[in-house]
């Protein structure tokens, strides 16, 4: 079965610290990368733009699971 189209958020941004659930230190430089119909499309714009960073130990990407938050009661497969 193919992947389902579903939206994935790819973003990411230096955080304030490494410690304690993720907050970042300017919002105003919230890297957006893209939108994704997959979870597998989502992951590969994630690890480029994270291999694209990695000298920055502050700096993070990740992805965000969107449709949960458009229909977050809805059942997935």
Not at 23 to 33: C, G, L, M, N
Not at 39 to 44: F, G, H, L, P, S
Not at 51 to 77: G, I
């Amino acid at each position: 079965m193919p992947d389902r189209k579903l939206l994935h958020l790819v973003i990411g941004g230096e955080l304030i610290s490494l410690e304690g659930p993720p907050e970042f230190k300017d919002f105003t430089k919230i890297d957006f990368v893209g939108a994704y119909p997959t979870y597998n499309d989502a992951v590969r714009a994630w690890r480029a733009k994270a291999q694209q960073t990695v000298d920055n130990a502050l700096m993070r990407y990740f992805v965000l699971h969107a449709h949960k938050l458009l229909t977050p009661d809805a059942e997935e497969d």
